[in-house]
């Protein structure tokens, strides 16, 4: 054998070997197979504390484009709104995807809110701070504008149960599952209300995660806010 065909012969066993080790590495188990079965419906009450749901109110519309791309990410979403007695109202939109991958990321908000024709007018992260267990949880804050209509807007993901809103911290967890053969689940959660009042709306909306959270079951929590914040 000529040094030509040891070369070619040693590449294609590298080329072998390295497709071996890429499928040998690619999760296959999804973490949501093996973990009771979420229920948005049912995890998230319809009342706590002093907010309720108002019936027959969704927080957007969407396009059949966009919905079609929701419905490919996501097995579950949910959208609700809610009036406390003050009458101030909270717009909440939960979406949950038992395989997050790379060709199935979360659909965030900078992407679904232009798709419905709004601008985006600032865009920040920030931390809420869970008064539970006085910790914070990272998460982005905007300000979208449709028209007259301005929507300040509080969201974050969680990646199996993990928070992660920047995208290099949603690779790091999943590639944290990937390197043990498991694939991830996800959760976005959304919250907005309407009104030109930022610093107002966005004090109100944590008052509202609060809330929210002191009125789930303790096993559902992790899905919203990770393993730190439950």
């Known amino acids: 054998m000529n040094m030509l065909s040891i070369k070619s012969s040693l590449i294609g066993l590298a080329m072998i070997a390295a497709a071996a080790l890429a499928m040998a590495l690619t999760p296959t188990k999804l973490t949501a197979s093996t973990a009771p079965r979420i229920d948005l419906e049912t995890m998230i009450p319809k009342q706590f504390g002093d907010w309720h749901q108002l019936k027959e109110l969704d927080v957007i519309s969407v396009s059949p484009e966009v919905q079609a791309t929701i419905n490919k990410i996501y097995q579950q979403t949910l959208s609700r709104t809610y009036i406390n007695s003050n009458g101030q109202q909270i717009m909440l939109a939960l979406a949950y995807g038992d395989n997050q991958t790379d060709s199935l990321q979360v659909h965030k908000p900078e992407q679904c809110y232009p798709a419905q024709g709004f601008q985006i007018l600032h865009s920040a992260m920030g931390s809420l701070h869970l008064v539970r267990n006085q910790k914070n949880i990272p998460v982005k804050r905007l300000v979208a504008q449709q028209g007259a209509r301005i929507e300040p807007i509080t969201y974050w993901i969680t990646v199996g149960n993990q928070v992660a ?60 806010v990770g393993v730190l914040g439950s």
């Open 165 to 224: 809103v920047n995208g290099w911290k949603w690779k790091l967890a999943q590639l944290t599952y990937g390197l043990t053969g498991k694939v991830p689940d996800g959760m976005l959660v959304r919250v907005s209300s309407i009104s030109a009042d930022e610093k107002s709306s966005f004090s109100i909306q944590q008052d509202f995660i609060n809330a929210m959270l002191d009125g789930m079951q303790q096993t559902d929590r992790v899905h919203l």
